[in-house]
C-alpha cells in the first residue's frame, strides 16, 4: 500500500514523496519510494494520505 507523503525540507518548501512506508528507525520514516529507499524525519512530516486500497479496503497505517 502505498502512501503521499508531504515533508517540509530544510527551505521550508513542501515535498511529496509516494512510496510505501517500511517503519521507523529512530525519529525517522523509512519509505520505499520507486527510485529506492528513503528515511525523512518525522518531525517534518507535514500530512500523508493513502493513495492505495488495502486487501480488506481497510484505512492503513503510516506509521506501523
Do not use: H, S
Not at 513542501?14 to 529506492?36: E, T
Amino acid at each position: 500500500m502505498r502512501f503521499a507523503i508531504d515533508i517540509i525540507d530544510e527551505a521550508g518548501n513542501n515535498r511529496i514523496y509516494i512510496g510505501q512506508p517500511l517503519g521507523l528507525a529512530g525519529d525517522k520514516l523509512r519509505v520505499q519510494l520507486r527510485d529506492g529507499e528513503a528515511m525523512f524525519d518525522v518531525e517534518r512530516i507535514a500530512d500523508w494520505f493513502q493513495i492505495d486500497q488495502t486487501e480488506g479496503k481497510g484505512r492503513g497505517e503510516l506509521f506501523c
